[in-house]
């Protein structure tokens, strides 16, 4: 292959030139940037030349249409290789200049594939394994899509993963769960060129990968990934199977610069002038840096425009669906949520006023659910082996099982980071709006895909339970203490802590509406009395903080506290009150919505001239800003402790008498 061409049949010598143009165009832009990776897509430049011009169902001209396949370049530091697909095949917003201007401020080229920077990057990868995870929800999805639309879904989903992902443990993770639902649509196309960044990967790993993806329930094969033939022969093969596949590739890294290639210097720096100049010796390649000859261009445009057909063919079984059926297609995409649910969730929060339940909130957020799983019918629950603890299941949901995907609940075992970055993939699939739940304690397993949701923008809600040494017995190793001030910490995820039934449902609800931002909703254990007993139809959690309980008399003090902290709260309101002190309460029940309120909000609500007590069974972290430097925290910045959990709000010492004896030191 690496020849001219001479001794190749023609039609062999037309697909090397259109290899060759991912090859010259990846070399080209890492070195106009002097920074990037071009060994990846080099050497995957033939697999990803069948992949697209044979296989993948695409129309860059119709680039969000809702049964394209779905293309993940897990191994996301290759994003040359993407880009270079992108322009190719004629997706508008990947111009010739954004190539060249790879890695740029303000370009669609960043780094690493960005969702939402240009048509056709169907996730954001870089941190390996996590699009492998991320692909695995896209299959899912399409699964639970076919079984409700069975006339107008089914596309595949592609990836091309490292061995840097398949050596992430979430690869596990994603695997395991992909072979038990024999999601047979998935193809993954393993770039096995046996290098990373520190050398030869027998540095570091000896996993015979294919007997593993055997082991969890694929299809597995290996071949030349430089032979067009054999990668053809492979996919197809593996399009046929009912089980998910990987293909074995056995690459070149840096394939085509003769004194680099196969080794980990290729991997993530600029092959330099002179042996780009040698590497278009080698690989014929005359042409000048992002020139693509007229010819080579059409065929890739050929390869691009072909995908119209299919994706008009697609619209008319479309429009030969029923109105009704046609209009539930349409709205599950929009991921826009019915107008009946206002009206539910108003009638709910009335009910639970008149009610006074002392619900825990994880009970709250269940009961939340009821009204929410019957009114959208586009939410797909489910729990990380949790389901009876999370109390993420309502009636209205079934299992989604290997032969059934039309339920609504998924059981995604003790999985928590997969959990995450499939919930990501079914939210990027579009069609549903998924909601997952562990506890509190294991977000710091689910972190890296938490992070992603936020980065790409996805409404994925995490029901997080358990959520302080309220818990009590199961001890230290599973109560939270930083882990608020840590997500508080993360952009754009909204933290929630609400403080009983009604602030569970207007969070519930802040969270379903929140198309842009995923939710952390950090649920109690224990019961919790109801604190919201007037009736309002304003959502007053969706401020992120207010005003409680008014102080009787003026107001010297301001208790802020969260959760299961709010009825402390109250206890030392009252205490202090009785003492002549005149005591405010703001319940918090998510500061980053506080943070976004108006200056004169936030400046109101912490009551200026006020002394200040914060109370929350977590971390200090985060609370000066509210409180100032003299301000007194009520909390834990230690490990919490295996015992009752009324025992450890003594022990640890959040009382309501430490409450008041805080407010009074600052009098
Ligand atoms: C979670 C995570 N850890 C580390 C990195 C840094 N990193 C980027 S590529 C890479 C090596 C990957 O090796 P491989 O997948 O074999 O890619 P190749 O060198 O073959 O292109 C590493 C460690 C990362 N991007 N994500
Ligand atoms: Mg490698």
Redesign the pocket.
């Known amino acids: 292959m690496n020849d001219s061409g001479a001794n190749t049949s023609p039609s062999a010598s037309k697909f090397i030139e259109m290899a060759n143009a991912i090859r010259a165009l990846s070399m080209d832009a890492v070195q106009q940037a002097n920074s990037g ?1 071009p ?2 897509p080099m ?1 995957m430049a033939d697999v990803a030349t069948v992949l697209f011009s044979k296989f993948l169902k695409f129309d860059p001209s119709k680039p969000n249409w809702p049964d394209r396949d779905r293309f993940v370049l897990s ?4 994003s040359m290789l993407l880009y270079s697909l992108l322009h190719l095949t004629g997706y508008k917003d990947m111009s010739l200049e954004e190539i060249k201007n790879f890695r740029q401020l303000g370009s669609k080229t960043a780094g ?1 594939p960005e969702y939402g920077h240009a048509d056709g990057i169907e996730t954001t990868t ?5 699009g492998l995870a991320t692909a695995v929800g896209m299959a899912l999805a399409e699964k639970m899509q076919a079984a409700r639309f069975k006339d107008i879904v089914d596309h595949h989903t592609y990836v091309i ?8 443990g979430i690869s596990h993770e994603a695997a395991s769960f992909a072979g038990h639902l024999g999601l047979e649509k998935l193809i993954v196309l393993w ?1 096995d ?6 050398g030869k ?1 027998d540095l570091a790993v000896s996993d015979n990968q294919l007997k593993r993806f055997d082991a969890l329930g694929w299809d597995t094969q290996t071949i030349d990934g430089h032979d067009p033939d054999a990668i053809e022969t492979a996919i197809a093969k593996a399009k046929e199977s009912n089980k998910p596949s990987l293909i074995a590739c056995k690459t070149t ?1 840096g394939y085509g610069a003769p004194n680099k290639q196969g080794t ?1 210097g ?3 720096a600029p092959l330099g002038a002179e042996e780009i100049a040698l590497a278009r010796k080698e690989l014929n390649w005359p042409h000048a840096p992002f020139e693509i000859p007229a010819t080579i261009r059409d065929r890739w445009r050929a390869v691009g425009t072909k995908g119209a057909r299919i994706s008009s063919a697609w619209e008319k079984a479309f429009d030969a669906l029923s109105t009704d059926e046609k209009s539930a297609f349409e709205t599950s995409l929009s991921g826009e949520l019915p107008s009946s649910l206002d009206d539910a969730m108003l009638a709910y929060k009335k009910q639970l006023t008149e009610d006074a339940p002392g619900w825990a909130s994880r009970k709250a957020s269940q009961e939340a659910l009821n009204i929410i799983n019957e009114h959208v019918s586009t939410t797909i629950g489910g729990s990380a082996d949790l389901t009876g603890s999370n109390l993420t299941k309502t009636s209205h949901l079934d299992p989604v099982t290997p032969e059934d995907f039309s339920g609504r609940y998924v059981y995604y075992g003790v999985r928590e980071f997969g959990m995450s970055a499939i919930m990501n993939g079914m939210a990027l699939h579009k069609g549903f709006i998924p909601y997952g739940g562990t506890f509190m304690v294991f977000t710091d397993y689910a972190r ?1 895909a938490i992070r992603l949701s936020a980065l790409m923008e996805q409404r994925v809600i995490y029901v997080m339970t358990h959520d302080s040494i309220g818990l009590g017995e199961d001890g230290p190793t599973h109560q939270p203490v930083e882990h608020l001030a840590s997500l508080r910490a993360m952009p754009n995820v909204n933290v929630f802590r609400p403080a009983d039934a009604v602030e569970t449902a207007e969070c519930w609800e802040v969270a379903l509406k929140s198309k842009k931002t995923p939710s952390v909703l950090s649920l109690s254990r224990q019961g919790l009395p109801l604190v919201r007993n007037d009736y309002t139809s304003e959502n007053l959690s969706a401020k992120g903080a207010y005003e409680l309980s008014a102080a009787n008399i003026d107001a010297q003090v301001t208790l802020l506290a969260t959760g299961s902290e709010v009825g402390i709260a109250l206890d030392a309101q009252k205490a202090l009150e009785a003492e002549g002190i005149g005591t405010r309460v703001v319940s918090v029940p998510c500061t980053d919505l506080f943070d976004a309120q108006s200056q004169s909000y936030q400046t109101e609500t912490l009551g200026p001239g006020t002394v200040k007590v914060a109370i929350e069974a977590a971390s200090s972290y985060g609370w000066s800003r509210y409180i100032g430097r003299e301000g007194e925290f009520v909390g834990l910045d230690s490990f919490g402790a295996s015992a009752p959990a009324g025992d450890l709000y003594k022990h640890f010492n959040i009382t309501s008498e430490a409450v008041v004896e805080a407010a009074k030191k600052q009098l």
């Open positions: 990776h060994g990846m050497g191994a996301g530091h290759g690493h870089g941190p390996l394994g996590q993963a490292g061995d840097g992902c398949l050596m992430e770039d060129n046996e290098i990373s960044i520190d990967t890294i980990s290729v991997h993530g890296p």
